[in-house]
């Protein structure tokens, strides 16, 4: 049952804290990650020269955020692609290549192709997967599980925070294996990632103001969520949360790309999602948001309660606790799931099985 709470999203958010406890702790041993029992050893992680990510819908986001944070801290490259892309695209993998499937049901058909294409390329192959003896968590070289228990909402929102999860302690490891960070930084990164089921519940206290926002966002035709970075991984994921359950028509777009073209979509009044976490982005967001605002947008902005904003440019602001500018995904994303969460509620629509779409994707 919803154990409580008015539909299965709302209680598949509030299960994100316990479900990254049970994807991680079983993976940390003496304050370092281990992922030994997943097939997965400093030795193994060297060989790789170039990862490629493949997965659809909220799956390839949790694979984006995964990009910028392996390459960060390990500085190896990462590719990420659309399953139904890759297996078309006659992709150029193969002996060396690490390739990660992402997928919460471990049965999406354009996945499962991926996962055997890359294999008979002669790549190793690792999943991340949430249901357990599914297809591509059998056929996979190596296999992490996500540990977030069934999710019932066709909007994925604990399957995803575990995949980070996932992404985050595998950046760590691979980013020790090569001798990028040490043993003293990949604890301390560790330690963060321990941390954030508490901080995700503080904010889970407080939805009040993610619920005013949603009100503010129910008669928009269109809107755009806009960030940078680690930040742009985030709203492309903010934005496919509201779409598909809210039907209101949403695009994310990195920050500096407006110019070249989106930015003649906003008129008078248009909402912009702003996301605005990464400290070294800071400032080049918030001229895009000024360029945003000049022109009418009315900018709802997501970045530190700390940080001061100019009530010129910025109509509503959510503000989230302070936490490491790598990790802040984990965070921030909770305010856009209970955003895009809020918004179909009060739209009235079927919050956990929006129209035409089905939880899982087994047709290609
Ligand atoms: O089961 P999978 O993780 O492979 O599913 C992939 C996508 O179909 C899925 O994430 C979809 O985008 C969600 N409905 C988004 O909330």
């Known amino acids: 049952g919803k154990g409580g709470y008015a539909h299965f999203m709302l209680k598949e958010i509030h299960e994100q804290p316990n479900a990254i406890r049970n994807t991680i702790l079983p993976r940390i041993q003496d304050g370092l990650p281990n992922l030994e029992e ?13 990862i490629q990510v493949v997965a659809c819908g909220t799956a390839m986001h949790a694979g984006t955020v995964g990009k910028y944070v392996i390459e960060k801290l390990a500085r190896v490259p990462v590719t ?20 990660i499937i992402i997928s919460q049901s471990g049965e999406t058909a354009d996945s499962l192709a991926a996962l055997r294409l890359a294999k008979s390329l002669g790549a190793k192959t690792l999943a991340i997967v949430n249901a357990m003896g599914s297809s591509i968590a059998r056929e996979a070289d190596m296999l992490i599980y996500t540990h ?9 929102t604990k399957a995803y925070m575990v995949q980070i999860a ?15 960070i040490d043993e003293t930084e990949c604890r301390r990164l560790v330690k963060l990632l321990q941390e954030t089921p508490e901080v995700i519940t503080g904010i889970l206290e407080h939805k009040e103001q993610t619920q ?7 008669t928009a035709d269109s809107l755009l969520y806009i960030g940078r970075g680690l930040d742009y991984a985030l709203s492309m994921e903010g934005s496919l949360k509201l779409k598909e359950i809210s039907y209101i028509h949403s695009e994310s777009y990195a920050a500096g790309e407006l110019k070249h073209g989106t930015i003649s979509l906003i008129t008078e009044n248009m909402p912009v999602i702003a996301v605005a976490t990464q400290k070294a982005l800071r400032e080049k967001t918030i001229s895009n948001i000024k360029e945003v605002k000049a022109r009418g947008a009315r900018v709802i902005l997501v970045c530190r309660e700390s940080d001061n904003v100019d009530p010129d440019a ?12 790598l990790l802040m995904p984990m965070i921030a994303v909770v305010p856009l799931q209970l955003i895009a969460y ?5 739209k009235g629509n079927d919050v ?13």
């Open 38 to 50: 997943c097939g997965i050893t400093p030795e193994v992680l060297r060989e790789f020269r170039h």
């Open 80 to 99: 990420v692609d659309i399953a139904s892309e890759f297996r078309y695209r006659e992709p150029l993998v193969g002996e060396g290549d690490l390739v």
């Open 148 to 156: 977030a228990g069934p999710e019932i909402a066709v909007a994925s």
């Open 166 to 180: 996932v992404m985050y302690l595998f950046a760590f490891e691979l980013a020790l294996a090569v001798g990028n």
């Open 212 to 218: 005013y926002i949603a009100s503010s966002l129910i």
């Open 314 to 325: 910025v109509d509503l602001k959510f503000g989230l606790p302070e936490f490491d500018d």
């Open 342 to 346: 809020y918004t179909s509620v009060l």
């Open 352 to 364: 956990d099985k929006p129209r035409n779409l089905a939880k899982s994707v087994t047709v290609e």
